[in-house]
């Protein structure tokens, strides 16, 4: 081999990478580490949704739950209410479902407490959005609605925000709606109804979708590899850099040949 052709990387060249390494890996592994919480967070909501769905209905929280109601305690709820529909400030917000694009028609909901909801009654398709093309759903006294309860859904959707003054709506955002409706005291959540059907056909209910992808498992072990990748890379480097000293320093030389013309 010849002189130069096997050297050692600096030692400042070896620390900075070996840093570099153990920087990643420590990285990487928390990440791993969050993806396994996340884990261990969605199958805790798998479990908690699948059991309310399942279960029988219980009355809707009143006033004084109202306060208390989050995603963990409520959300997916199954729900039953009686109370009288106020069909003429209804509210079509934006829905792309299982039936095609569409609306999702959600109708304020009087409870003799004193105090209002808001019903997802359901789906209707673009040429049904006009009321009196279901007129036959508008029904008049007092009903009884079964669904599930779901959180408001303030702001709007990606990259469209709600406009309550041209009435262009694209997320379920209760307090937006009930203040434009002018309903007064609303519950601070809506309720999808369930399949039952309508008079005529439409709204269709029961399309509340709970499917929850669960990708985290795929993620954690991609993190957990690319962490013990980089203890690998900053391990041979060590490896590399220590056999190249010693092969530079105290390792066989091979003297050179040179040619003569004396012989003795």
């Known amino acids: 081999m010849t002189e130069g052709a096997l050297q050692a990387r600096s ?5 900075l990478i070996v840093i570099a390494a153990l920087t990643s890996a420590t990285l990487f592994g928390v990440l791993g580490v969050w993806q396994v919480k996340r884990l261990s967070w969605k199958l805790d909501l798998i479990e908690r949704v699948e059991r309310r769905v399942g279960a029988d209905p219980v009355q809707a929280p009143g006033r004084d739950a109202w306060a208390h109601i989050t995603a963990a305690s409520s959300e997916y709820l199954k729900v039953r209410v009686t109370g009288r529909f106020l069909h003429d400030r209804e509210t079509l917000v934006q829905a792309v479902t299982d ?56 702001g709007g959707a990606f990259l469209r925000t709600n406009d309550p003054a041209g009435d262009r709506w694209y997320s379920r955002d209760v307090e937006a709606i009930a203040f434009a409706r002018g309903l007064g005291e609303t519950a601070p959540y809506f309720i999808d109804a369930d399949a039952t059907p309508n008079p005529g056909g439409w709204p269709v209910g029961g399309l509340t979708r709970v499917r929850f992808t669960n990708n985290h498992l795929v993620y954690a072990v991609t993190w ?15 490896q590399d850099w220590r056999r190249r000293t010693h092969l530079g320093q105290g390792g066989p030389r091979r003297g050179r040949l040179e040619s003569s013309d004396e012989f003795g």
């Open 224 to 238: 957990f590899s690319l962490s013990l990748m980089a203890l690998a890379s900053g391990g041979y480097v060590i």
């Open 11 to 15: 030692p400042a060249a070896v620390i």
């Open 99 to 154: 039936l095609g694009s569409g609306y999702w028609v959600l109708t304020p909901f009087e409870k003799t407490q004193g105090f209002t909801m808001l019903v997802n009654r359901g789906f209707v398709s673009t040429e049904r959005r006009d009321p009196m093309v279901r007129a036959a759903a508008a029904t008049a006294g007092e009903a009884t609605v079964t669904g599930l309860l779901r959180l408001t859904e303030p």
